[in-house]
Each structure stands twice: as C-alpha cells, then as structure tokens.
C-alpha cells in the first residue's frame, strides 16, 4: 500500500517530484495563521471599543483574540512538519510563512498586550502616560521581526551555550512561543484589562523580556527532529493523553504553566550553563603546610 507521500508524487514527473496541488496544503495552514492573526486584531479593536464605552470587567473579544494566537501557534508548528513530510518545502513557502509570523506573532499579540495590559490603565507611580506602553509594544513587534529576519538568513546558527551536537535548538526564543505567552496570559485573566499601573508596569517588563529573549542568542528547545512515525513507549503516549485531558478540562492553568515553562527553559539552560562555566574555571583553594 502506497504511503502518503508516495500518493502525492507526481507519476509523470521524471524526478519523483510532488503534484502541484500537494504544495497548496501546507500554504493552506499558514493562510490559516494569517486568518487567526486578522481575527486577533480585529478583536483586539472592538475591545478596545467596548472598554471606552465602560466596560472594564471580563472581555469576551480579548478572550477570543487570546484564543485565535493560541490556536495560530498550533498551525505554525503544522504547517512546517507538513512541508517536510510531503516534501513541498519552497522558498514561497518559507517567505509567506515568516510574513503570516510577522502578522500573526508580532503585530496581533503586540496589538492584544496594549489593549489588555495598557490602555486602560489609570496614569500614576512609574506610568504617568501611556507613551512607555507604545513603546514597549513595538519593542515587542520589533525584536520579533529582527528575530524572523535572523532565522531567515543564518543557515546554521550556533548558540552561546551550545548543547548536545545531536539535537536541534533554536537561537533566541521563537516568536510563537512568545505570542503565546502573552495571549496564555491574557486567556488566564479572561480578558479582563489591568486597570492598576503596578500591574501594568509588571507586564511591560514582561514584554521586554520576551523581546530580550527573542533577539538574544540563547539556546531553546526545538522540537523539529522529533519523529512522529517512529514507535512510542506507553508511558509517552499516557502523558502525552493526559496532557489534552488536562488542557480540554483546564485550559486556561495549563496553557499558561506550558508557556511559562517553555520560555523559563532558555533562561534555565543560559544560567546552568554560566554556573557550569564558572564552576569550571574557579580555581581549587591552595593547601597550606605548616
């Protein structure tokens, strides 16, 4: 029985290459993101709206545009696995898909932080205006952006504190995973805007973080060497089922502990690695006789 990528091969193709409709599978899923990152926005603009009217409690647009982001992160990671698996991986599809992470990544999640995190804000302490979370916010779409445009143009880029040479890691943390916690975050809250600048100052400094992470060259976990085709033990595929009980009974805990996890392990390996280094070349106290 013909395998999967087998059926999308082109039998009049002398060099086994895939049909051309094969190539509009993956392009579908990264329209899918672009779709979700339009929704976001969109949504992110009526609560706004409905937030200048007066109403300042749980916001249902925010809550949905938190929900498109997520659900956009999980295409991302679908729409590339796709190409490899058919073998319609295409600098089209390279550039189309870093134009939809621009959009969906960086625009739609700065966009939802200064609505959810700022605009409703009442001035006072550190936050007099609302000019820092302006900046902030494109600080946020800008380190993205550098760090869309790094992928891009290094073909094999290495780490400050490389791993092991078999696994594959990215450089910097990706943008998905940093749209995700910010949108994580905003789905916990269920949508209900910051209104004390205590809070607010805290999610700014949040915000920078993630776009420090984003343009730093710190060692993340990549998960694209992982073979789906291959047998699993018991024991992955309980936790692994457990895992989407979880998330289908407790969304919003879940999420937010996977996003925080994932964006603290850069930061976890960075310092075990300049704890290691320091360990390493501290020298062993002098012994003294006498």
Known sequence: MPSFRDRLIDPKSPARKPRRAAYALPTLFTAGNIFLGFIAILRAFEAAMQGASGHLGPNENLAVAAKAIGAAVVLDGLDGRIARMTNTVSDFGREMDSLADVITFGIAPAVLAYTWGVQFVHPGGLITDHRAGYFIAFLFLLCGSVRLARFNVQTNPVPKNP?????????????????????????????????GWTFSALWLGVLGLLGFLMVSTWRYPSFKDLNLHGPRSPLILILFGSLIYLIWIFPQPVL???????????????????????????????????
């Open 163 to 195: 791993g092991r040479p078999d696994r594959k890691y990215f450089v910097g943390l990706p943008i998905p995973a940093a749209a995700g916690l910010v949108a994580a975050i905003v789905f916990a809250a269920d949508g209900e805007p910051l209104q």
């Open 256 to 290: 937010l502990v996977i996003s925080c996890t994932y964006v603290g392990a850069g930061i976890l390996i960075r310092a075990g690695g300049l704890i290691r280094r320091r360990v390493r070349h501290t020298p062993a106290p002098e012994r003294q006789i006498g």
